[in-house]
């Protein structure tokens, strides 16, 4: 993949990761080296952030269940948990993927942890009010346009309270930050195309009052969070 490319608008092309005849060795490799770079780029803070706000919103209630869609290996879950450790929170995770690969390395990664089920479906899929909290990391700027709004009203229908967004910011530092961190962690070829493709296809802030818009959500929030992720806060309308 080219390092040169314009970042005034979001990328169209897909991803390696949307085309689902692929998979197999090569993705689970891919999803490994994910969880490396969500750790070098701080993946968890911003959905810990819209979370922790929304169970606010709550009430801060002692029970609380999450679903985590297009979660793939599920780490950005761990610091969640530690979270609810230390509130003595009951929480429960249900991380939902439609490729078995990732429900494959989710289970691996949550082997001991009671707390975390793993479900293979598409979120188009999952019922209404599946959870008090739907969750998507780095999973909505897979969709653009009206597949945009579709899937992020369907998170909504899935919640109870409320949606939490946790997506990258596009922007040429991170761009250029992701595109030669690939390059010194990874051979894999999901990992070094999807990376940097994944901040083009990325928001600025422009693009979440555009969706905000089209939502009809007066309430959504968005945050600026480190490093170059926004934290989007969609309550469910009373």
Same mark, same amino acid.
């Given at each position: 993949?080219?390092?040169?490319?314009?970042?005034?608008?979001?990328?169209?092309?897909?991803?390696?990761?949307?085309?689902?005849?692929?998979?197999?060795?090569?993705?689970? &490799? +891919?999803?490994?080296?994910? /969880? =490396? %770079?969500? @750790?070098?780029?701080?993946?968890?803070?911003?959905? $810990?952030?819209? *979370?922790?706000?929304?169970?606010?919103?709550?009430?801060?209630?002692?029970?609380?269940?999450?679903?985590?869609?297009?979660?793939?290996?599920?780490?950005?879950?761990?610091?969640?948990?530690?979270?609810?450790?230390?509130?003595?929170?009951?929480?429960?995770?249900?991380?939902?993927?439609?490729?078995? &690969? +990732?429900?494959?390395?989710? /289970? =691996? %990664?949550? @082997?001991?942890?009671?707390?975390?089920?793993?479900? $293979?479906?598409? *979120?188009?899929?999952?019922?209404?009010?599946?959870?008090?909290?739907?969750?998507?990391?780095?999973?909505?700027?897979?969709?653009?346009?009206?597949?945009?709004?579709?899937?992020?009203?369907?998170?909504?229908?899935?919640?109870?309270?409320?949606?939490?967004?946790?997506?990258?910011?596009?922007?040429?530092?991170?761009?250029?930050?992701?595109?030669?961190?690939? @390059?010194?962690?990874?051979?894999?070829?999901?990992?070094?195309?999807?990376?940097?493709?994944?901040?083009?296809?990325?928001?600025?802030?422009?693009?979440?009052?555009?969706?905000?818009?089209?939502?009809?959500?007066?309430?959504?929030?968005?945050?600026?969070?480190?490093?170059?992720?926004?934290?989007?806060?969609?309550?469910?309308?009373?």
């Amino acid at each position: 993949m080219s390092f040169f490319r314009t970042l005034s608008n979001r990328a169209r092309e897909d991803e390696l990761m949307d085309d689902f005849s692929m998979g197999g060795e090569e993705l689970s &490799e +891919a999803l490994q080296h994910l /969880r =490396r %770079l969500n @750790r070098i780029f701080a993946a968890p803070g911003p959905t $810990l952030s819209g *979370v922790e706000k929304l169970w606010k919103s709550m009430g801060c209630p002692s029970t609380l269940s999450i679903m985590d869609v297009g979660a793939g290996s599920g780490d950005v879950n761990q610091k969640l948990l530690r979270w609810s450790d230390q509130k003595g929170i009951q929480l429960n995770i249900t991380l939902v993927d439609k490729t078995e &690969e +990732a429900c494959d390395e989710a /289970r =691996r %990664l949550f @082997r001991h942890e009671p707390r975390v089920q793993v479900q $293979l479906a598409d *979120v188009q899929e999952v019922p209404d009010a599946s959870a008090d909290i739907v969750t998507g990391s780095q999973f909505i700027h897979h969709f653009e346009g009206e597949q945009l709004v579709e899937i992020v009203s369907h998170m909504l229908r899935a919640s109870i309270h409320g949606v939490v967004i946790n997506d990258i910011h596009r922007h040429l530092l991170p761009y250029t930050a992701v595109w030669l961190t690939t @390059r010194m962690i990874s051979a894999n070829r999901y990992i070094r195309h999807d990376g940097p493709l994944s901040v083009a296809k990325g928001f600025t802030g422009r693009d979440w009052r555009e969706l905000k818009e089209r939502l009809q959500r007066e309430t959504m929030t968005y945050e600026w969070k480190p490093l170059f992720r926004y934290s989007v806060v969609i309550p469910n309308d009373p």
